[in-house]
């Protein structure tokens, strides 16, 4: 699992953003996680958790908020949307959907004191 | 440090030394964020603690401070810097970079060097082989002739932007060449991380089962190639090459997939006819990103 990493890159976006903003600490980390995303949940919660210690949102609360995933259907010509990159088409049960939105992993925004 | 598989930070190391060491200079974002002090705090002797400065800008009685900070960053925004340095660092130098990604075991090494034995007469190839531990696999690529920079990642499981930009300024690819990067063995984590490849090709052996592409389907979707290995022991395995293909399609509808073997070489026209058609686009198709930092890749 590259959730240890994901942590990490989530450590320096905080600790980048207190120096430019000049505040101490964060009270909740708000994340944007696609459905279709490389990342384990659970999984990002327990690193979180580890990697934050001792920085400015040591004890923060992780909010993760999922992002639907999304597709554009060849056969349909139109978006659709799916729950997994195997899904078919709701639509006209094809499989020739390519992936337009629900990859992301983003740092939406901070709670900040 | 992860208690699923125990990755961690801090150990990664190229032949042997820590990847801190030897790192190129002057990357964009190395550089300390400077300070604005804007906070709330007292920031100078002569100031007491100034409420009209915090973060919401003002104080009301009994309110908090706290407020929302839109960030809306990207995770992954530093590897993928990175990573589009790489690309142009590349691109200003015609070389073609695939990432080989497969689970442990699926013959991508002894895939690699059948392919640097029927490339080198023609275009010099370069290795960089990404394993936890050991460098087994750049000196079986090293016997072969081909220079090769073997990158330990410790309790890592993933090769990084910064692990293969600094293996670019070692290992020093010469101009108009085929960069063949070698990723951990594994189908989950190193499909999130660009290195600054031209193209993920994934290598799917018979010998595991025909359902892995969607078993694990971010590594497939994240692939231009699918190269199915092993061919030359279906007769001894359950595995259908036609439901391998239909699942992997399913996933991602654009995937080439080209079935060899590394041991008898078959298909291998037709893989080193892709690689062909992708050192023509590397040679001579300059990626947009390259033309917005004209004058850094050459």
């Known amino acids: 699992m590259h959730e240890m990493s994901l942590a990490e890159g989530i450590r320096q976006i905080v600790e980048e953003t207190a120096r ?25 919660r327990f690193c979180f958790d580890a990697v934050m210690k001792g920085g400015p949102a040591d004890g923060a609360v992780l909010q993760i908020d999922r992002v639907p995933g999304t597709g554009w ?14 899904d078919p088409c709701p639509r006209c ?14 740092v939406k925004e901070l709670e900040i004191e | 440090m992860c208690n699923v598989c125990g990755c961690g930070a801090g150990e990664a190391r190229i032949e042997g030394l820590p990847t801190g060491q030897g790192a190129r200079q002057g990357r964009p974002g ?46 992954l925004a530093r590897n993928d810097a990175l990573a589009d340095e790489n690309r142009r660092w590349l691109a200003g130098r015609g070389i073609l970079a695939l990432n080989l990604v497969s689970s442990p075991g699926a013959g991508k090494t002894t895939l690699l060097v059948r392919t640097i034995e ?22 079986r690529i090293r016997a072969t002739g081909a220079p090769a920079l073997q990158i330990n990642t410790g309790k890592g499981c993933h090769l990084d932007a910064l692990m293969v930009g600094q293996a670019l300024s070692r290992l020093a690819p010469p101009v108009d060449s085929v960069l063949l990067i070698e990723n951990v063995g594994n189908l989950v984590c190193p499909a999130a991380f660009d290195l600054g ?29 699918m190269l199915i290995n092993k061919t030359d022991l279906l ?64």
């Open chain 1, 20 to 44: 430019h903003q000049g505040f101490g600490r964060v009270r909740t980390v708000v994340l944007e996680i696609g459905q279709l995303a490389v990342v384990e949940p659970d999984s990002l």
């Open chain 1, 73 to 86: 259907c060849a056969q349909c010509a139109a978006q659709v949307e799916i729950a997994e990159l195997y």
């Open chain 1, 93 to 106: 049960g094809g499989y020739r959907v390519q992936v337009t939105g629900g990859t992301e992993m983003r």
């Open chain 2, 30 to 75: 190395d550089a300390a964020g400077e300070v604005s002090p804007r906070g709330w705090r007292v920031t100078d002797s002569h100031e007491a603690a100034h409420y009209g400065r915090g973060p919401a800008g003002a104080q009301a009685p009994g309110m908090s401070q706290a407020r929302m900070l839109s960030i809306e960053q990207r995770i």
């Open chain 2, 118 to 139: 029927a490339l080198q007469a023609r275009v010099p190839v370069s290795v960089v082989e990404g394993d936890q531990q050991t460098s087994f696999d750049a000196e």
């Open chain 2, 197 to 225: 490849e031209r193209a993920k090709v994934v290598v799917l052996s018979v010998t595991e089962g025909d359902d892995k592409p969607l078993k694990y389907p971010n590594m497939f979707a994240a692939a231009s190639l």
């Open chain 2, 235 to 298: 007769p001894y395995v359950d595995f259908n090459v036609d439901k391998a293909i239909d699942f992997a399609l399913r996933v991602n509808p654009a995937l080439v997939v080209i079935p060899v073997s590394a041991t008898t070489g078959a298909g291998f026209d037709a893989w080193l006819d892709w690689v062909d058609v992708h050192l023509d686009e590397a040679r001579t198709v300059v990626p947009l990103k390259a033309d917005l930092y004209a004058g850094k890749g050459a």
